[in-house]
């Protein structure tokens, strides 16, 4: 405790002298002023004097900054791209019109485009166009060929959450062999003696009256819902709800049937459908804009309505590089469909001539576009080996030397042949409009006349709603000449455009072409299940078909795309079976990119 205590007083003895403190403080403050004269203020004047040097260094340091900010975003590329992602909108342009929905009247291409996206089927075409399992899990077939046990899939709902069963597919096949339901399934015939059988929720048996090769392609037809239409009168169908508000199993389900703002067009909205078999869609939505002409289709491209459009018939230099244009080659044919029996083209070497007269190559330069030839009543490929017919040679002598035969003579003078009743030489030529069709039209007439014919050609609107085209054109054959597209398809069965039987109003024979060496082939060739000897029935008759010139091949339709670079439309294979096909990889279509880190 004393030395506590002696420290505390220690303490108590130190006071504070303030002159001393204020003497001190002077002292430090006339210090610091000194220095601040010596090393600062002094240094003012070169500061001043070296200022330039200054600013050019602080611009270098700051180029260098820039070019290392610019170096390392350049970098930053290296390791990042653009990736295609899930969700958004995909908008399609397509021809219409849309009048209904139901696949059972899907007749134009928007109709039949709206039908793939919204339904299902047993079978589909893949991306490399052969037959593939949808809703069929397996098929097996009879040792004779006339029963087709169908599996189906036990994982299929409709958008309305009800399961799809076998009895679904034996009551859409009632409804395709239905005459009060007539849908465009009803006029092939195919389906007339074909029996469809449920033998459980999932299996179907389809019996047929004899061997039919390419009924596996007949599987391809859209599967309706049961639950929905059993109650509507068939001869109602058509007309019911069902038709603008359908109930499907397709990878997209309806949302909304709409005018477009201007009124002009349709527009179908679908949403992905998240419960769908094979897997919900990358698309969120699509858009299917159905317009009535290629004007205001591509118009709508331009201005950016929609992001792509299909069919379309317009050149590459005339889009800009934003945009991505392919062609597709379909199995189908574009003719020039002789009536055999109008007055004038039932003699045979009148058609022979005008086969003889045709430049099909010219014809084809005038689309503008590369489109493969077509010279036989199937498309290329489908006839296989040696000894398939050739082409005819584009002969023009020739020609006008058959017509000299014919009867029908060019007077002195004259521009227009003449038989020796004094009646001209005169035929008539019907197409549908298009844009396409109208340039081989006018080449095609070109042609013809310089033979001495006299051509009067006649473009009409099958989407007019004043004219039936299908009634007052094609069903009472009001035409000398048809130029015109045939869907031929995967399967070279064209029994249904070439065989007397089908020669008829209802019939899909155009040309009204008899002849029986012809049927006996054709008929022959769809009884055969053994690929070659099909083969080499349609060889015989292709060679007797050009024999008899009851048509003039003159092209291989292609499908033409365009879409924008910001879109990505997934058709992988070189052709598709029709222009509908070409959804087959539909699921991983994308119309939305994000910026991604790529994998050292």
Do not use: C
């Not at 205590?5 to 303030?18: L, M, N, P, V």
């Not at 015989?540 to 291989?556: C, N, R, T, V």
Request: charged fraction near 20%; aromatic fraction near 10%.
């Amino acid at each position: 405790m004393a030395d506590e205590k002696g420290t505390w007083k220690r303490f108590q003895r130190i006071s504070f002298d303030s002159k001393t403190f204020s003497k001190r403080a002077k002292k430090a403050e006339n210090t610091t002023t000194r220095h601040a004269h010596k090393f600062v203020l002094s240094k003012l004047d070169s500061l001043h004097n070296v200022r330039q040097h200054v600013v050019v260094w602080l611009a270098i340091i700051g180029i260098l900054l820039a070019g290392v900010a610019v170096q390392m975003y350049w970098y930053q590329q290296t390791y990042r791209a653009m990736a295609w992602k899930d969700g958004g909108t995909y908008a399609e342009a397509v021809i219409g019109p849309i009048n209904t929905l139901n696949p059972l009247y899907a007749s134009t291409p928007a109709e039949q485009s709206t039908s793939k996206l919204l339904f299902s089927s047993l079978l589909t075409y893949d991306d490399t166009g052969n037959l593939s399992d949808d809703l069929a899990s397996s098929i097996s077939v009879s040792q004779a060929a006339k029963e087709y046990v169908v599996k189906l899939r036990k994982d299929v709902y409709w958008s309305d959450n009800v399961k799809l069963t076998a009895q679904d597919v034996v009551f859409t096949v009632n409804l395709m062999k239905s005459a009060d339901v007539r849908s465009v399934m009803y006029y092939n015939g195919n389906w007339a003696n074909v029996t469809a059988e449920a033998l459980d929720d999932t299996t179907v048996k389809f019996t047929l009256p004899a061997q039919y090769a390419s009924f596996p392609h007949a599987l391809t037809f859209a599967v309706l819902p049961r639950h929905v239409l059993e109650e509507v009168p068939l001869g109602s169908i058509r007309q019911s709800t069902f038709s603008v508000s359908p109930v499907g199993s397709g990878p997209f389900k309806l949302k909304l049937l709409q005018n477009s703002p201007d009124g002009l067009h349709k527009i179908v909205n679908m949403a992905a459908a998240s419960e769908y078999y094979k897997g919900a869609p990358r698309l969120a939505r699509f858009e299917l804009h159905a317009y009535k002409d290629q004007d205001d289709m591509m118009r709508a491209l331009q201005t950016g309505e929609v992001s792509a459009a299909a069919g379309t018939n317009t050149q590459a230099s005339e889009l800009p590089s934003s945009f991505v244009i392919k062609q597709y080659p379909v199995n189908s044919g574009v003719y020039a469909l002789l009536n055999n029996e109008s007055p004038i083209l039932k003699d045979v070497k009148i058609r022979q001539a005008l086969q003889t007269g045709t430049n099909s190559a010219d014809v084809r330069k005038a689309i503008g576009y590369n489109v493969p030839d077509l010279y036989l009543p199937f498309v290329n490929g489908q006839l296989t080996g040696a000894n398939v017919p050739g082409p005819v040679t584009f002969d023009e002598t020739k020609a006008k030397s058959l017509l000299d035969q014919a009867g029908w003579t060019l007077p002195a003078g004259k521009e227009i042949r003449q038989n020796a009743a004094g009646q001209q030489l005169e035929l008539s030529i019907v197409t549908v409009k298009d844009t396409t069709y109208e340039k081989v039209l006018e080449r095609l007439a070109g042609q013809w006349r310089k033979l001495g014919i006299k051509v009067n050609t006649d473009v009409r609107d099958p989407n007019s709603p004043t004219q039936d085209f299908v009634q007052t054109t094609l069903q009472p054959r009001a035409y000398d000449v048809l130029l015109y597209k045939l869907v031929i398809g995967v399967d070279p069965d064209v029994y249904a455009y070439w065989h007397s039987s089908q020669a008829s109003r209802a019939g899909y024979n155009l040309a009204n072409y008899r002849s029986s060496p012809s049927d006996d082939a054709l008929s022959s060739a769809r009884l055969r299940t053994d690929p070659a000897l099909r083969n080499e029935k349609y060889k015989s008759f292709a060679e007797q078909w050009l024999k008899d010139a009851p048509a003039i091949g003159l092209y291989q339709s292609v499908m033409q795309y365009v879409h924008r670079r910001s879109v990505l439309p997934e058709i992988k294979s070189e052709g598709v079976p029709s222009e509908a096909d070409r959804y087959s990889d539909i699921l991983y279509w994308s119309a939305e990119q994000l910026p991604v880190y790529k994998t050292p």
